[in-house]
């Protein structure tokens, strides 16, 4: 008999013959979550090197074909909240749907569609009654949100029980540039994730790696940790993690997963400015 237990590596963006939606049971939800990718041509404005989208392109997302994602959002959550799905694909320890999350193969809020999506998320939890133990979360790199359109999107998340994890993975220009493939000031960032927060629960999220199995840094954990400590005012947490699988990407060859010491570490440097911190190895 086919197995068809999802497990931690099996990040399918293709379930079921869906384009856009995709479940998955992920370590850091503990539970079920159902992933949007708006990015199906694997466009994004960034190429971290730790990226683990295959076939990454730098660009941005075509527009979307609205009914076909209504249509397979609304027929998993049917599948999910009023079917068996839960029990059929995950595991005993995770049958709990955590949230539904903007999160594709590449960044979301380049798609010109954003605000459309998320109208329609929120349609849906309501027309499935979701309650508030089921989040909606945007995972982006935060380089959109002084658009308008992407503010607004942002405001129907935050009705919506929503949360913003905004990448933030190193504290300067030079390290940013190294990890993320990107040329931005750090005055920028801190300005955009400012804004955001004022729109939605905001957490830092950040990936920690290994180059050529050496830890960052003291310095680059310092910078960090500084950066977190000035933004504390606005953030709900930060969330730390490594790279859980293989990168995509060239540029990724030497990079692999930092020591859980290391994260431990960095956490309570954190932690001990009273940040919520949670690290996921
Ligand atoms: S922002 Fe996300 S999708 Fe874009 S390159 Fe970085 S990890 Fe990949």
Redesign the pocket.
Known sequence: MKNNVLTFSDHSRHFKDCIYVYPVVSRRSQGVSLGINLNINNA?N???V??Q?EG?VRGKPERIDLPRLKFELDMMLDWIVNGKFIQEYAPVSLRRFNDICLSG???STLSEDFVTVCEIIAELRQKYSIGTDVKTVLIS?GSEILKENVQQGLKIIAENNGELWF?IDRANPSAINLV?QVSIDINGVIKRLELASSLCKTYVQSCWFQVDEIEPTAELVTEFVALMLQLKPYIAGVLLYSTARNPALAEGNNISQVSPEFLTNLAGQIAAHGIMVKNYV
């Open positions: 994004c960034w190429r971290c730790y990226c989208v990454l193969n590449g960044e790199n990448k993320n």
